[in-house]
């Protein structure tokens, strides 16, 4: 049998070399191992940096391809042979920068004034939480979204789940009304006892203060729940 040679990037065929592939045809033309291939830039003297893009985006043990990135950590990627400490960091920034541009871009023009508009909003950036993150929007009275913010991690209980912080933001950033949006990592948004009486805690606080809560949205894997849709929230 004869022996596989593990080629360098100059000794691959022009037709697979990302960076040429990418100026005849485009970014969007290369593959999402080929894209990180050019972010990790130099391989090793057995390894090409696009085996080495293709091996990161199966490290994760759990979530494959793109989505991978966004669980692994500093620890994970150094244990890649050829991915070294500079390599490591440039990827993580990467994915950060993925995130923040995705925020900037949307924060331009968005107003959430339906559930399905603050789902796609948010799903991107929730979706992929290992852990439960209560997450509050405040917005003007068109909807118009004026900030939001993570302000609790954990398991969500509606003895954590404080009313009194939440209002003093929605006051804080003069918010006409606001809506809270929680994920469950398990990726089914279906709600549980205690997301329905958190609901109910927040309703009451609200209707004191004078801010309405809008909605309650559950987030799961590219999935969401409205609480105000299944009857849970009146206008």
Do not use: W
Not at 191 to 217: N, Y
């Amino acid at each position: 049998m004869r022996e596989k040679k593990n080629y360098t990037m100059k000794e691959l065929p022009e037709s697979e070399k990302p960076y040429e592939k990418c100026v005849r045809s485009g970014a969007g033309a290369l593959s999402d191992a080929e894209l990180l291939a050019v972010i990790i830039k130099t391989g090793t003297r057995e390894r090409t940096s696009l085996s080495l893009a293709m091996e990161v985006l199966k490290l994760h043990p759990s979530f494959q391809g793109l989505m991978g990135l966004y669980h692994l950590t500093y620890q994970d990627l150094m244990k890649v042979k050829g991915i070294g400490r500079v390599k490591a960091v440039q990827l993580l920034c990467m994915v950060e920068l993925s995130k923040r541009l995705a925020r900037e871009t949307k924060e331009e023009v968005v107003r959430l004034n339906a559930p399905s508009e603050a789902a796609a909003f948010f799903m991107s950036e929730m979706r992929c939480l290992e852990q439960e993150h209560l997450y509050v929007a405040y917005l003007d009275a068109s909807g118009r979204l004026l900030h939001y913010q993570v302000v609790f991690i954990g398991t969500i209980q509606s003895s954590l789940a404080n009313p009194r912080e939440i209002l003093r933001l929605a006051l804080q950033y003069d918010a006409a009304h606001y809506l809270v949006l929680h994920n469950h990592p398990s990726g089914d948004p279906t709600p549980s006892r205690e997301d329905i009486d958190i609901t109910k805690r927040l309703m009451e606080a609200s209707e004191i203060v004078g801010i309405p809560l809008m909605d309650h949205i559950i987030i799961g894997d590219n999935q969401y729940i409205s609480l105000k849709e299944r009857g849970y929230i009146e206008d």
